[in-house]
């Protein structure tokens, strides 16, 4: 199978496509898929309300206390 070589947009192209979702209010998905680009899952960063907490073990020590998960 043949891969096709990376496309390359221009600044002023990447600002248009850009102006389609954020001021048209497009559809990320339907402005890929318009200029053949892979829409790949959106993430956003953690806030403090969302930070992970460390996993815990239960005490196999007979300390009582509980020390976290390596």
């Known amino acids: 199978m043949r891969h096709q070589s990376?496309?390359?947009f221009s600044?002023?192209?990447?600002?248009a496509i850009l102006r389609q979702h954020l001021?048209?209010?497009k559809a990320v998905?339907?402005?890929c898929d318009a200029h053949g680009i892979l829409s790949l899952?959106?993430?956003?960063?953690?806030d403090s309300k969302q930070t992970p907490i460390p996993n815990r073990r239960p005490d196999h020590h007979g300390t009582g206390e509980r020390g976290l998960q390596a």
């Open 11 to 15: 600044d002023e192209e990447k600002a």
């Open 23 to 25: 001021v048209d209010k």
């Open 6 to 8: 990376r496309r390359k």
């Open 41 to 46: 899952p959106q993430t956003r960063p953690l």
């Open 29 to 31: 998905s339907d402005v």
